[in-house]
C-alpha cells in the first residue's frame, strides 16, 4: 500500500499522531525549534528518556541521518522519534543524509507499528536547508520508501513551508 501524504499548517505538538518527528540535534539532550516545542510540551519524561539513550548505546549521540524513540510524554501521540538532520552548507551539503533521516523515521515507525506519523521540514530552520529543496527531498524520500506507515502528515509552521510543499504533492 501506498503511503498517504497529508500537510498541515501548524504546530507540530498540536499533533495527534501514532508518532511526532523531532528535529533533534546530536546530543539528544534538547535545542531550539521544534526540539525545544516537544520537550516543553511533552514534558520531562522525554529528556529523561534521551538522557538513558545517551548514557547506553549512543554514548556519542546520535548520528545524522539517524532516528531513534522515546516516549511522547504529554504529547498527544505513542512516541516520539528523534532523528537528526544535516547541516546545510553553501559549499555542499549531502541531500542523501536529509533524505536519511525520513527513511529512517519510517524504518523506526514500522518497528513501532506506527501508522500515523507527522514530521516537521527537518533541517530547514537553524540548520538552514533551503525549504524548497528539503521539501522535495522530503516528499520524494517518502513516496519511494516501501513502509507499513499509512499516513506521513507534514506540519508546516509557516505559511510559506506549507505553499513549497503543497505545490509538490498536488
Ligand atoms: P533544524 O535544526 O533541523 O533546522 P528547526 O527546529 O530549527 O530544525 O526547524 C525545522 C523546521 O521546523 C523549520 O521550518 C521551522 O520553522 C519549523 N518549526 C519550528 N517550530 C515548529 C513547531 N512547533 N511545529 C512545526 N514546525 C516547527
Redesign the pocket.
Known sequence: MTVRITLVHG???EQHADAIVN?A?SSLLG?????G?IHRRGGPEILAECRKLRASYYGRGLGTGQAVATTAGRLNARWVIHTV?PVYQASGSDPSLLASCYRESLRVADELGARTVAF??????????PMDDAARIAVETVRATDTAVEEVRF????ER?YQVFAELIH
Open positions: 504546530d507540530i505538538t528535529a540535534n535545542g531550539g525549534g521544534v526540539d516545542a538532520g516537521p521540514a527537518i533541517s530547514t530552520g537553524v540548520y538552514r536547508w506540519v508546516l509552521f509557516d513551508a
